[in-house]
């Protein structure tokens, strides 16, 4: 293929990808009263063999051939790591800080029953061929299913929270900063399983020591070092060479990540939490959110559906272990947060919105499994598993939060 | 070149890409006074075979490896489409219309001589090698070379009448409307040349009858068509979905012109004059400009830059050319509207102002001979050629208008 022959056809597949992506959020949205990212999780599995691959696989050769996959692969983790940059941008460092008592009850609840079925599931699923690579071992296989089934959709999460103008109330600043704490936890763990996973101690120390090396910068001196762009921001407002300047040290940090063997995702949202908030904040926000949430990320949603191959598990004991693992992950997230704020003195209507949140997974779950079944952590039986969970939880949640929300007239309708 | 290998390497491109354009643009300004874009085009040659691949070779390959290339060549191709998109948000379609008089003696003027001195030099230069394919005819060789010397940095040109406060003026008016009429021509040849350059006649058809259709409709119809759009963004904002609407249209406008054989940039630039102004198009020039131009842009300047091989004029008769190219520019094009603008009763620094930004050729340039090496049409060493053209009438530009405006301190610093 000539290279204006990939870039022609590279226009017509996005314009698809977006075509999709919009009218399936569209109508998930109308008819269901779900958000986008719903639709486009769908979307994506749509697109992929799972459906279209099936019904026209003419149009579905025609559209993604394998020559594409590259470029679609480079835009998704580019589109990825903006995202995760933008969460990190949004992410509350006051919030995590500020989380005693409750919180760290419902996060810490949040975060060891996910652990705890991960590992009692995992000696029957590694029984099952196409769901473990075959170089795992237990303890990471444990690790890995625990932060795929602790995970939260933070920045859902956040959305649902501001948008319900219940940011203030305590329902709000409990599920933040559980889910924030979660989420870090999660990420820290899926973190120490990539760095095991090389091949030889070298590898490994390397992936572990450069992650910490760089968290540490980010966490200690980056937001020191960087303060000095947030004043200037707030003088003169957001110039081009500052947006230069911020996307030049994303990509940096993004490839410092690659590099050690972690993931550009972990160096686009820990620069993010180390940007300086206000002015300068919110104007990157405005200048790289619209394009990267409405051009780059459907790229991601769409390659991880053309990952997604629904078909392998077209047989009663792997469905069987889907539902396990659907189960699992509803109880031990939702039913386990449910459960910690009970305890910690919630009311009942209070307990069940935080479980309903911290239960949604959203694209933080497409995420995390498409970094375990690129670095040959997971097969493809257990990534379709985990795709049709992640649906499904992210589904599950506005319903049933609105339910809990029930008579209460005080908040915006949303 | 593994998937997750690619993606790290276009991390780092990515980011030695937007440093080197950034530092290379920052010392335009700073030392020469120069708008960013010079800086921009500069940069490209710098990281290209003519410097860095010629002082460090193995940083070149390391960094820019052939694989990488068709990944560049559609980044480059998405920001040069965005960004004509961006400039026919721009285009004025009132001032087009109310160019009379004056205006179109200066647009007559500086579209013949260019096409006149591109004639007459076409013979001479058609003899040496590597100018232009042997399978390009006298015709086309001048068409095409009086276009490259015909265009104007249309939007420069605009952003310069902007800045300085020269709106509404006698010479702010007549350079916009001539640039806009100048430009539409230059295009207008360019879509010639390559609906004449396929091979058998059933190739120009479907390219001169696609692009002639296509326009029609934008111009005729899709105005009308897209009138709602405007409405609703007025009463509503800009929202996500409007500017999924129009990345989409986008989109399939550049596929379709690729696809009839003429270029992506038409298809965005004549959709770009289509969409409605007002609150819509502002909207969408603040979500799409930044992350385009910041971060797509440079990858054409770049990829550009890597086509560029200055070495190749290391010959007598080359480097005449080269110089008896540029003088022929700059006297056909800057010399042209001097003379015309002072045929039609404006001051000697009215009519050298109008000279002046009119001789600007910038981004422009670079697109129009870009297309002209991919489709085939001139080889590398008018490219060459034409890219140092380009640099010097832009660099030109700014000092010479600045002589033009001395002693007047009514207009603003800029």
């Not at 203030?168 to 095991?196: F, K, M, N, Q, Y």
């Not at 079944?373 to 049933?400: C, R």
Request: charged share 10%; glycine share 14%; with cysteine.
């Amino acid at each position: 293929m000539s290279n204006g022959e990939l870039s022609s056809l590279f226009f017509l597949q996005m314009a698809a990808i977006i075509a999709t992506c919009r009218a399936v959020g569209w109508l998930c949205h109308r008819y269901l009263g779900q958000p986008q990212v719903v639709g486009e999780m769908i979307a994506g599995v749509l697109l992929g063999p799972s459906l279209l691959g099936m019904v026209a696989p003419g149009i579905e050769a025609a559209l993604f051939p394998a020559e594409t996959k590259k470029l679609l692969y480079v835009g998704a983790q580019l589109g990825v790591g903006l995202y995760m940059f933008l969460v990190g941008l949004t992410f509350d460092r006051d919030e995590f800080r500020a989380s005693a008592g409750p919180a760290a009850a419902v996060s810490i609840g949040g975060m060891i029953a996910p652990f705890a079925v991960a590992a009692a599931m995992v000696p029957w699923l590694m029984g099952m061929p196409g769901l473990f690579m075959p170089s795992v071992g237990t303890a990471q296989a444990a690790l890995f299913l625990g932060a795929a089934i602790a995970i939260t959709a933070f920045p859902m999460l956040a959305r649902i929270i501001h948008e319900r103008g219940l940011a203030g109330t305590r329902l709000g600043t409990l599920s933040l900063s559980a889910g924030a704490i979660g989420d870090a936890g999660a990420w820290i763990v899926v973190a120490l399983v990539l760095a095991s996973l090389g091949e030889g101690a070298g590898i490994a120390i390397k992936a572990a020591g450069g992650g910490v090396a760089f968290a540490l910068v980010m966490v200690l001196i980056a937001p020191r070092v960087l303060a000095p762009l947030g004043g200037m921001a707030a003088r003169r407002g957001v110039s081009e060479g500052m947006l230069a300047l911020t996307l030049g040290l994303f990509l940096l940090c993004a490839w410092a990540m690659d590099t050690v063997g972690m993931h550009a995702v972990f160096g686009g949202f820990l620069l993010g939490t180390a940007m300086p908030r206000g002015v300068l904040a919110k104007g990157l926000r405005d200048k790289i959110e619209p394009f990267a949430v409405t051009f780059l990320l459907p790229i991601f949603f769409i390659y991880s559906g053309l990952n997604t191959q629904l078909q392998v598990l077209g047989q009663m004991n792997l469905i069987a272990a889907t539902l396990a693992i659907l189960a699992a992950a509803i109880l031990a997230k939702g039913g386990a947060c449910y459960i910690a704020a009970r305890l910690a003195g919630e009311t009942h209507d209070t307990a069940l919105g935080i479980g309903a949140l911290m239960n949604a997974r959203g694209l933080m779950e497409l995420i995390i499994i498409n970094i375990g079944l690129q670095h040959k952590v997971i097969g493809q039986g257990l990534f379709a598993m985990l795709v049709l969970m992640a649906i499904v939880t992210t589904l599950m949640a506005t319903p049933l939060f609105a339910l809990t929300r029930r008579g209460r007239t005080a908040e915006p309708a949303a």
